[in-house]
C-alpha cells in the first residue's frame, strides 16, 4: 500500500466555499462547511483536509488523490463513483454515506465509523480498515482485492456476490454477517471465524 505523498507543514492554509466545481491542491484545508451541499466536481489533490463538515453532500464526481483526511463528517453524504488514491481517512464519521462504483487504491481508513455505509460494485484495492465501526456496511457486488479488515466490527455486513482476492478478516468481529460461498474463496479467517461461517454457509462438519 503506497501512502500519501503529502507533508502538513508544507501545505498553504486555503478556505473554501462550495460551489459547482471545487479544486484544491497543496492545500491545508481546516472546517470547510459543505454540509448539505450539491457539488458537480469535488477535487481534493496532495492536500490534507481537517475538521470538516460533509455531512449529507451529494457530489456528482468526487476525487483525493495524495491527502490526509481526519476528523471530518461524511454522515449521509451521497458520493457516486468516487474516486481516492494514496488517501488516509482517519477518526472520521461515515455513518449511511453512499459510495456505490467507487474506485479506492492505496487507501487507509482508521478508527472511523462506518456503519451502514454502502460500497455497492465498488472495487477496493490495496485498502485496510483499521478499527473502525463498520455494522451492516454493504459491499454487495464489489470487487475486492488485498483488502484487510483489522480488528473492525464487522456485525451485520453484506458481502454477496462479492469478488474476492487476498481478503483477510481474521481480526475482526463477524456476527451476523451476510456472505455467500462464491465470494468466500480467497478470503483467510480464523479458525473460530471458520467454524461460524460454516453455520452461515449450512456445511455440516463431522468430527
Excluded: W
Excluded at 62 to 80: M, P, Q, R, Y
Excluded at 97 to 110: F, N, Q
Amino acid at each position: 500500500m503506497k501512502k500519501p505523498q503529502v507533508k502538513r507543514a508544507e501545505l498553504a492554509h486555503q478556505s473554501l466555499v462550495p460551489g459547482p466545481e471545487v479544486y484544491a491542491t497543496d492545500s491545508l484545508l481546516v472546517g470547510l462547511a459543505f454540509a448539505d451541499t450539491k457539488i458537480g466536481v469535488l477535487t481534493f489533490d496532495e492536500s490534507v483536509i481537517e475538521s470538516s463538515a460533509f455531512t449529507s453532500m451529494k457530489a456528482a464526481e468526487l476525487s483525493f488523490s495524495d491527502c490526509i483526511v481526519e476528523k471530518c463528517d461524511f454522515t449521509g453524504a451521497e458520493l457516486n463513483s468516487a474516486q481516492m488514491n494514496r488517501v488516509h481517512i482517519k477518526g472520521s464519521r461515515m455513518q449511511g454515506t453512499s459510495l456505490p462504483e467507487a474506485l479506492i487504491t492505496d487507501t487507509r481508513i482508521e478508527v472511523s465509523k462506518l456503519n451502514d455505509a454502502n460500497f455497492r460494485f465498488s472495487k477496493l484495492k490495496g485498502v485496510s480498515f483499521e478499527r473502525c465501526e463498520m455494522e451492516g456496511v454493504d459491499f454487495m457486488g464489489c470487487t475486492l482485492e488485498d483488502v484487510a479488515f483489522l480488528n473492525c466490527n464487522l456485525k451485520g455486513a453484506q458481502f454477496l456476490k462479492v469478488k474476492m482476492n487476498d481478503v483477510r478478516l481474521t481480526t475482526s468481529e463477524i456476527e451476523d454477517i451476510k456472505i455467500d460461498k462464491d465470494s468466500i474463496a480467497k478470503v483467510t479467517v480464523s479458525s473460530a471465524q471458520a467454524l461460524y461461517l460454516s453455520g452461515v454457509l449450512g456445511l455440516t462438519i463431522e468430527d
